[in-house]
């Protein structure tokens, strides 16, 4: 017992929620490593695993390259501001090469044949230019002598634009020491002198090319100024660095990010770990409550698997797609700008970590629905109906109902396919001979598409007007006309067993009515029979107990015995013709005589002969008749009908109690609305009480044969009217509608 409770308490909802919960968290902690493994990635190569100082990164390396490079530019390139601003380190090369750049200027016919003079303000003729090339050439000309010396100072200016932001990021960096020595020893620029420099641990020494080396960066460094001066430049690093620059940031930052690596990957890997284990957790006890429990399908079951599997790839596909856009977005707000002119972890702007909080929820929808996608596999795997429910095996479920004889016969399909295949053939046939030129093929092949076609359409024709006699048949039998019988010969072959089983309903239902008929006649005539042979030694007795009536009996027992028998037999004597009445009134048999009856005087003339039983039973009658109603009725039956009411409501009523009787009409109704309090709780539903032999009091403690409600209904219905009754608690309200006599009426 403490074993299959402790099986059943890993199947709760509560643990399986604990554990979902979880697996989002895991997820949601290997994306914030990865988030943070791509911010350190996207300013360190991955070598930093590896690498065991700074100084040995391609950050480090690539930042004193780039100082090297501004050292020699500033320095022996440009040499001063003042020199920059004299236009003496434009090179005629560099200028003319940049002009013609700029201005989409290619090298031809007309530069070879001419050549710019040294002022740059025209242009000196080597040759000859062609006549059709002279436009061409007067364009160059005057573009030369207008734009180019006018370029020539633009191109002054951001060179010293050029010199003074490499001079100041030089004096940005205090932690890069460099000297520029001549040939022969003389100082030509430096923050630094040589003995300080050679005295540093980590420095490097370039004569042309490298001539030592403690760094270990980039020992195939060249420069051609560097080259062309014959200097000798000493640059150093510090070790260790001081604060104030760049270098000192990402120092610190290279130790930090060694320090956080591991953490991440420990962090990364126990979140994989527990992802995986909470996903293995979930599928074992997916649908179910206890372990080999009852499998419990959800909404998403009902979804078919292969429809399913393609919904789950369409999302991913979309969500791939918004994550490669996303990602882009990253990308380029991360490394769309120098690398090297900023640090790691101050580089991201807030759309960036919009882009982040975006991706992550991308991850955690697409998670979410890879989950639910797999518990609902693990689900229906365990109710054995993976395949089962797919739209492929619905499919094919369907095709083979075909064959099964439950619904049109199988060989209808290749019927329909088969037109579908000899059409597409002769219109393929009827297209090559077309494209041909073969007319008369052509005209072939349409005759025998328009025959088939005809012969199909005659064919689909006829199957329709055997269905349409199939629901007409239905139809006529919904109706109630039993004889109408459908002709199977003229039905078509495709819709026979449809049509065989129609008839079949028809014919089962014909021969239940009759049944249904026959037996009530049967119980009618059995009625009317025993009802007679009962009569007459009835009337026999009655006569008798009548002449001893008559007697004067000294026995005052027996007195009192003959007027029970006498009693006894009356109430009997009435029960056979009220058995006789129903019986008759059921079956249609009574004579109905129509005429003219005032509703009013009736009513009125059966409370008038009934007045002492309704006072000895201490009812109040409240009658409500504010016109004359007249009706087109039977009188004599509608005298029996308001009697068996009227007695009805004497035997059933509350004691001391009112009953409500209301005469009106409508434009073509009158109404009779009997309302009285039952004694008792009436518990019989409203419509069992119109049948025969059923009563309000279940305990029969009053007297009643439990008819006067069915007579009272089958006479409402032979003289064309309608009879309800309502009940609401221990109110009772009978209903007799009965059609108004008209003039029509006494001329028919």
């Known amino acids: 017992m403490d074993i299959k409770l402790k099986n059943s308490r890993w199947y709760s909802a509560k643990i399986k929620g604990v554990v979902g919960i979880l697996f989002f968290f895991s997820l949601l902690t290997i994306y914030l490593t990865g988030v943070v493994f791509f911010h350190i990635s996207r300013h360190w190569d ?17 930042r004193f390259y780039n100082l090297l490079d501004n050292v020699i530019e500033v320095n022996v390139h440009y040499k001063s501001e003042e020199n920059v601003a004299r236009g003496d380190s434009v090179t005629r090369e560099n200028l003319i090469s940049s002009f013609k750049n700029y201005y989409s200027i290619r ?3 007309i530069t070879q044949s001419t050549q710019i003079n040294d002022t740059y303000d025209g242009l000196i003729i080597l040759g000859e230019i062609p006549p059709e090339l002279r436009d061409n050439f007067l364009e160059y000309k005057s573009l030369v002598e207008e734009r180019l010396p006018q370029y020539r100072k633009i191109y002054i200016q951001n060179q010293l634009a050029d010199f003074r932001a490499q001079e100041r990021e030089l004096e940005e960096y205090n932690n890069f020491l460099y000297c520029i020595e001549e040939p022969n020893g003389g100082k030509v620029a430096g923050n630094a002198s040589v003995d300080i420099i050679v005295n540093m641990d ?6 042309g090319s490298y001539s030592s080396n403690h ?5 195939d460094y060249a420069n051609e100024y560097l080259d062309e001066s014959g200097y000798k430049l000493y640059a150093a690093i510090r070790d260790p660095l001081l604060p104030g620059d760049l270098f000192f940031q990402e120092g610190e930052e290279f130790k930090m990010v060694k320090e956080t690596l591991p953490i991440l990957f420990c962090l990364g890997g126990i979140a ?11 599928v074992v006890v997916a649908g179910q409550s206890e372990r080999d429990g009852v499998v419990v399908l959800t909404g998403v079951d009902k979804i078919y698997n292969d429809i399913h599997f393609l919904m789950v790839a369409v999302a991913g596909i979309v969500s791939m797609a918004f994550a490669y856009v996303i990602s882009g977005r990253i990308y380029y707000r991360s490394f769309g700008a120098d690398i090297y002119q900023k640090t790691g972890f101050q580089s991201l702007d807030f759309g960036s970590y919009a882009f982040f909080i975006l991706l992550g929820v991308l991850l955690i929808t697409d998670a979410a629905i890879f989950l639910s996608f797999i518990l609902s596999m693990s689900r229906q795997v365990k109710k054995h109906q993976l395949f089962r429910n797919t739209f492929i095996a619905s499919m094919i479920r369907k095709i083979g109902s075909l064959f099964s004889g439950k619904t049109f016969q199988g060989w209808i399909v290749f019927i329909l396919l088969g037109y579908g295949a000899v059409n597409c053939i002769l219109v393929t046939f009827f297209l090559i001979a077309a494209y041909k030129g073969a007319g008369g093929a052509a005209f072939l092949f349409l005759t025998f598409i328009a025959g088939f076609n005809i012969v199909a359409v005659f064919l689909c024709v006829r199957s329709l007007n055997s269905l349409t006699a199939i629901m007409n048949s239905a139809k006529e039998t919904s109706r109630g006309n039993l004889g109408y019988s459908l002709d199977i010969t003229h039905i078509s072959p495709s819709f026979i067993n449809f049509a065989l089983d129609i008839e079949n309903i028809q014919n089962g239902l014909k021969k239940a009515v009759e049944e249904a008929v026959r037996g009530e006649r049967m119980k009618a005539e059995l009625i009317t029979n025993v009802s007679h042979d009962l009569k007459t030694p009835l009337t026999s007795i009655i006569t008798y107990v009548d002449l001893l009536t008559k007697e004067k009996l000294d026995n005052p027992t027996a007195a009192h015995y003959v007027g029970v028998l006498y009693e006894k037999s009356y109430r009997l004597k009435q029960l056979i013709e009220d058995l006789i009445e129903a019986s008759k009134a059921s079956s249609g048999n009574l004579t109905v005589t129509k005429g003219k009856v005032d509703l009013r005087q009736l009513v009125m003339q059966a409370i008038g002969e009934m007045e002492e039983k309704i006072e000895k039973a201490g009812l109040i009658i409240k009658l409500t008749c504010e016109e004359e109603t007249i009706i087109y009725a039977d009188g004599r039956h509608m005298w029996r ?3 068996n009411l009227i007695s009805n409501v004497i035997k059933y009523s509350m004691p001391n109690s009112r009953v409500y009787i209301d005469i009106l009409h409508t434009q073509n109704i009158g109404l009779l609305i009997i309302k009285n309090i039952s004694e008792s709780p009436i518990e019989v539903n409203a419509a069992h009480l119109t049948e025969r032999f059923t009563r309000g009091d279940e305990s029969r403690t009053t007297e009643g044969s439990g008819l006067g409600l069915s007579i009272a209904k089958s006479l409402s219905e032979i003289q064309g009217g309608q009879f309800d009754i309502h009940i609401d608690g221990d109110l009772f309200k009978a209903i007799v509608r009965m059609p108004l006599w008209n003039e029509k009426d006494t001329e028919a």
């Open 215 to 219: 760094l270990k960066v980039y020992l």
């Open 46 to 62: 991955l070598e930093i695993i590896d690498t065991p100082t700074y100084y040995e990164t391609e950050l480090f390396n690539q």
């Open 641 to 643: 009908i308001a009697e």
């Open 272 to 282: 994989s770990i527990v992802a995986i284990c909470c996903l293995v957790y979930l």
């Open 202 to 207: 980590r420095t490097i020494v370039f004569e």
């Open 107 to 109: 090298d031809g016919i």
